[in-house]
């Protein structure tokens, strides 16, 4: 299956500064990438997809100009937290998409806490 | 709206004893049920797709089944190392984009 990394798998930042978390597609192109968010004890939550060459689509209540997403190259994703707070600090976890009804893999996860 | 819930939110089990958990999903148009586990601090790793009523899948002490309401992981025999969340997600139709819906989760705990 698809194998996707993470980069970092943990960051801990300053209140109001920015976090860019990266998500590489190894063994494949991807012309679409998820990604989501999960807060202890809780489920996964889809944030955004990401999409090659155009712009990400956010789900109601995520504010896109908190959470940017550039889909610059078929192998890479990048989400960025701008002016971060600690209400932020969660996993967030990206993902390559099954195609006609297989299943998603996903990263490893980023760890993002903000003090 | 697509919707799953998970139960029981946790499991403390006995080494070698077996044990269901179950997932309730409500979607318009099913095209695949999957079952991921996950280890804290890890992304969900893939163990099983099910895609239509009846249909079963096996790996190791797992069992996947689904019916048009609900699957079920299935465990015979647990050992420690089983010990992780166990997510189920539905797929339904597209949209434009392949959305899949989570549950909660079941935490699994296996004491030796």
Not at chain 1, 60 to 81: C, M, P, R, W, Y
Not at chain 2, 7 to 12: F, G, K, Q
Not at chain 2, 33 to 39: E, G, N
């Amino acid at each position: 299956g698809a194998v996707v990394s993470q980069h970092p798998s943990w960051v801990i930042c300053k209140s109001g500064t920015s976090v860019k978390i990266e998500c590489r597609s190894l063994d494949f192109q991807a012309t679409t990438m998820f990604w989501y968010r999960q807060f202890p004890k809780q489920s996964l939550m889809l944030m955004a997809t990401s999409n090659e060459g155009s712009k990400a689509t956010y789900e109601q209540g995520v504010e896109k100009d908190k959470f940017l997403i550039n889909h610059a190259s078929l192998t890479l994703s990048t989400l960025t937290v701008t002016s971060a707070h600690p209400e932020d600090s969660s996993f967030y976890i990206c993902s390559a998409p099954g195609t006609s009804g297989r299943a998603p893999n996903f990263g490893p996860g980023t760890r993002l806490t903000v003090t | 709206e697509d919707q799953v819930t998970q139960s029981p939110e946790a499991l403390r089990l006995q080494e070698g004893e077996s044990s269901s958990l179950n997932c309730s999903y409500t979607v318009s148009g099913l095209r695949g049920l999957f079952w991921y586990r996950q280890d804290p601090g890890k992304g969900p790793e893939f163990l099983f797709t099910l895609y239509s009523a009846g249909e079963e899948k096996e790996k190791e002490r797992l069992k996947a089944t689904l019916t048009k309401k609900e699957s079920f992981l299935h465990i015979t025999a647990p050992k420690p190392e089983d010990s992780a969340t166990y997510l189920c997600a539905v797929q339904g139709p597209s949209g434009g984009y392949q959305k899949v819906t989570f549950g909660i989760g079941t935490k699994l705990q296996v004491i030796p």
